[in-house]
Antibody, heavy 124, light 111 residues
Framework: QLQLQESGPGLVKPSETLSLTCTVS??????????WGWIRQPPGKGLEWIGT?????????FYNSSLKSRVTISIDTSRNQFSLKLNSVTAADTAIYYC??????????????WGQGTLVTVSS | QSALTQAPSASGSPGQSVTISCTGT?????????VSWYQQHPGKAPKLMIY???KRPSGVPDRFSGSKSGNTASLTVSGLQAEDEADYFC???????????FGGGTKLTVL
């Protein structure tokens, strides 16, 4: 059974960089059938896609255009992990951050497995 | 503001059917069959309920069904049960670099 687990600081100061890692177990992050994504959810609000990475040979990244200038997603296939960095954070970046797997075909690309989520609060 | 529009709430009595809508544009919902629906109970991660407009992953009850007409996708929950009370989010391929766009979510209440 595939499992994803987010890890990282739960508190980040304004203007600093939020860093999270997603550890994948029960499957290979290099599997060419899958993409790997980050999604966030401010408390009591809706879901926002942050970005996605694919590493089935060459590495490709896709970012939400509204966050693109502040986001970097990377992958470490040797550790079966992928990571999120969001810089210059403000209180508006306070949210539950989820990592998830996209199961992509030519006609669909849904998130079929999710981590449990981790709350990151931006506050001094 | 979310890219896809959902009504904030919906409700129905046990045994009834409820339909939740998700409206986008010809650049996302209307242009592709990449529509998915997620169920989220309080304090839990979202769960995939429908993908590719109308397909159900293994283990999802056939009480859940999806459809699309033009720029609007719909999720129908038939034979409502108490455990169906949750938030439901739609998503679609957004075109270009916007790999994924979500709706704002609909809170389904089972009366």
């Amino acid at each position: 059974q595939l499992q994803l687990q987010e890890s990282g600081p739960g508190l980040v100061k304004p203007s600093e960089t939020l860093s999270l890692t997603c550890t994948v177990s029960g499957g290979s992050i290099s599997d060419s059938s899958y993409y790997w994504g980050w999604i966030r959810q401010p408390p009591g609000k809706g879901l926002e896609w942050i970005g996605t990475i694919y590493s089935g040979g060459r590495t490709y990244t896709f970012y939400n255009s509204s966050l693109k200038s502040r986001v970097t997603i990377s992958i470490d296939t040797s550790r079966n992990q992928f990571s999120l960095k969001l810089n210059s954070v403000t209180a508006a970046d306070t949210a539950i951050y989820y990592c998830a797997r996209h199961r992509c075909t030519s006609t669909s690309c849904p998130f079929d497995y999710w981590g449990q989520g981790t709350l990151v609060t931006v506050s001094s | 503001q979310s890219a896809l529009t959902q009504a904030p709430s919906a409700s129905g009595s046990p045994g009834q059917s409820v339909t939740i809508s998700c409206t986008g544009t010809s650049s996302d919902v209307g242009g592709y069959n990449y529509v998915s629906w997620y169920q989220q109970h309080p304090g839990k991660a979202p769960k995939l309920m429908i993908y590719e407009v109308s397909k159900r992953p293994s283990g999802v009850p056939d009480r859940f069904s999806g459809s699309k007409s033009g720029n609007t996708a719909s999720l129908t929950v038939s034979g409502l049960q108490a455990e169906d009370e949750a938030d439901y989010f739609c998503s679609s391929y957004g075109g270009g670099d916007n790999f994924v766009v979500f709706g704002g979510g609909t809170k389904l209440t089972v009366l």
